[in-house]
């Protein structure tokens, strides 16, 4: 038997707007609402869904699993998600390797790599 993933999930106060930013970002659509408690957004081209649920305390501090994202032209995609609403924390460079940690409007880090 072997597991595979049916959801990346992300608690919230006010999980509406946040699955509203991540479809917007990712080009994705929102295929769920159930009454305002939890979303689901649909990726495109896959069958990768992001999950937004509603919970009074969302953990507070670093999140211990994050989304790596990969864009073609990492700099122009940094600064479109900056100005959607995203934060850069940190830019990092092994090797040619290069990649940038973000926040989303709910403070939820994540990394977008250079990629083809």
Request: aromatic share 8%; glycine share 12%; with cysteine.
């Amino acid at each position: 038997m072997a597991l595979n993933i049916g959801m990346i999930t992300f608690d919230s106060a006010d999980p509406g707007p946040l699955a509203t930013w991540w479809a917007e970002q990712t080009g994705g659509r929102i295929e769920q609402d159930n009454d305002g408690w939890f979303y689901v957004v649909g990726m495109p081209g896959t069958a990768q869904k992001l999950g937004f649920q509603k919970v009074p305390d969302p953990t507070p501090g670093k999140n211990r699993i994050h989304l790596d994202l990969v864009a073609p032209d990492l700099d122009a995609e940094v600064r479109r998600l900056v100005e959607a609403g995203a934060s850069e924390v940190h830019r990092q460079d092994m090797g040619g390797f290069r990649w940038v940690t973000l926040t989303d409007p709910d403070g939820n880090q994540f990394c977008v790599a250079g990629g083809h």
